[in-house]
């Protein structure tokens, strides 16, 4: 850690520097001075510049500096760096600081940070890194961490934060109050304050308004909700930030599998998983996996390179449908230049649906209860579509080759392949949900294959019985 001797802690203030633009990005000017301290390891003028940066703006910092910058801008704050800032950087850029800088301030750091930060910051590290560090820290930190370390990748346990306030039953709102404005080690902000029995178990919880406006000699439990809301620590991280959205709640208990209280979810915590399950689920559908911004060239490669080969195989399937028809289209070269139309039309219809069922299906707005309305609907929207593109498409076939049966054949190829485009992006990603696979990622292939060789097929089928053309 880097001393600030002769700078006194309270005498920092920082420079008049604006932090971003008016796009909201990080201003180029800042950056520079930053980089120029980092250079000149001026460590007096880093800390008057970056020491009272907000979390997020220090986060989006240490990403646009250089690699090799980012221990030495860490080093050089010293005590002045909030660690807290490292989860708001991607994946790759913390492990790869994490790993530059020493276990043993690493320890020292984490412990003043809340629990379900430092389990953030650490839970994506390798065991031999996490054993030292937490061998570093005082025992109940370490066994706080470790806990929460021990519950399943993106489940509440490893989200919630361990600092609450719990109360007993036979306490009075005297008490409690008198508790909060005395006891040393309350969380920095909380909303309610939770109530327990002699066992830990989680009876209740008051909000801090309910504390402020009632009698002190009354119990708590008088005034104290019974918590409908209370989150299973081992439940995924998705279904608990849907039960936020749908209650609007602004915090929630954690108990685990006895109902023992062993930590609280805050919205702040949920607005993070949103943000997340969000961009995975848009990464799934483009097919780039976990991918970040951040990540090196073979490590985003290695990402895209396994959906690139199915993608190639459904390739060749739609190839080996047009290749049953290579003598239909020797004799008609105009169904080669438009078959793109038909395939690509039904493509982008079946992905409007997909994605509209996808989407559904995350949100459990897309169940059995309403699958035969959703299909019937989809069904529908096809065939209008369908027809509407028909006429338009035919029209300009007709046009362009002079030949009316040309468009007619067009015309019935699109409305059949906005059908099918319609049901197969309802139903995939629904079939796939119920096999267990996640339907973000692999629905577009099988979408896409579907509407490709449907598209084709019926094209060229078609052509070939109206025009009369050798199959």
């Known amino acids: 850690m880097v001393n600030l001797d002769p700078i006194a802690e309270d005498a920092i203030e920082p420079i008049a520097l604006p932090v971003r633009d008016e796009d909201g990005r990080l201003d180029s000017d800042f950056i520079a001075a930053i980089e120029a301290a ?3 390891e001026d460590s007096a ?4 510049l970056a020491a009272n940066l907000h979390e997020a703006d220090t986060g989006d910092l240490i990403e646009t500096l250089a690699e090799d910058a980012r221990a030495d801008f860490v080093r050089l704050l ?8 490292l989860t708001e950087t991607d994946e790759a850029v913390r492990i790869k600081l994490l790993e530059a800088l020493p276990n043993s301030e690493i320890a020292e750091a984490l412990g003043e940070l809340d629990s379900d930060d430092a389990v953030y910051i650490l839970e994506d590290l390798d065991e031999e890194d996490q054993a030292e560090i937490l061998g570093g820290l005082p025992y109940a930190d370490r066994a706080q961490l470790q806990k929460a370390l021990d519950y399943p990748e993106s489940s509440a346990g490893r989200r919630m934060q361990s600092e609450f306030i719990a109360v007993a039953q036979f306490w009075t709102v005297g008490q409690t109050i008198d508790y ?4 040393q080690d309350l969380p920095d902000s909380f909303y309610e304050i939770y109530v327990v029995d002699p066992a830990f178990k989680l009876l209740g919880a008051v909000a801090l308004d309910k504390i402020l406006r009632t009698k002190r000699d009354q119990k708590v439990t008088s005034v104290m909700d019974e918590t409908r809301h209370a ?4 439940e995924d991280q998705e279904e608990v930030a849907r039960r936020f959205e749908r209650y609007n709640l602004v915090s929630s208990a954690v108990v685990d599998e006895t109902d023992r209280l062993v930590g609280i979810l805050t919205v702040d915590d949920i607005v993070d998983v949103i943000q997340e399950e969000a961009e995975e689920d848009m990464r799934a559908l483009g097919g780039v996996g976990d991918e970040e911004i951040s990540d090196s060239v073979l490590t985003t490669a290695r990402s895209r390179l396994t959906w690139l080969v199915v993608n190639l195989g459904t390739a060749v399937l739609a190839s080996a449908v047009i290749g049953l028809f290579d003598q239909t289209i020797e004799a008609m070269v105009a169904l080669a230049v438009l078959m793109p139309i038909v395939a690509s039309m039904g493509g982008n219809a079946g992905t409007q649906t997909m994605t509209v069922a996808v989407r559904g299906i995350a949100t459990q707005e897309l169940g059995t209860r309403n699958m035969i309305r959703v299909l019937r609907r989809e069904v529908l929207v096809g065939l209008l579509n369908g027809v509407a593109l028909a006429i338009l498409i035919g029209l300009t076939a007709w046009l362009w080759f002079q030949d009316l049966g040309l468009g007619v054949v067009i015309g019935g190829a699109i409305v059949i392949n906005m059908l099918f485009a319609g049901l197969s992006g309802l139903l995939i990603p629904v079939a796939l949900d ?3 696979v996640d339907p973000a990622i692999a629905s577009s292939v099988f979408v896409t294959t579907v509407t490709d060789v449907v598209g084709f097929f019926a094209f060229l089928s078609i052509a070939a019985l109206w025009f009369g053309l050798p199959f």
């Open 180 to 183: 909060m404005r005395e006891a």
């Open 78 to 85: 010293g005590d002045e760096f909030d660690y807290t800032a």
């Open 434 to 436: 119920r096999l267990k």
């Open 45 to 48: 003028e880093l800390i008057l």
């Open 231 to 234: 989150v299973l620590a081992t």
């Open 38 to 40: 980092i250079e000149a």
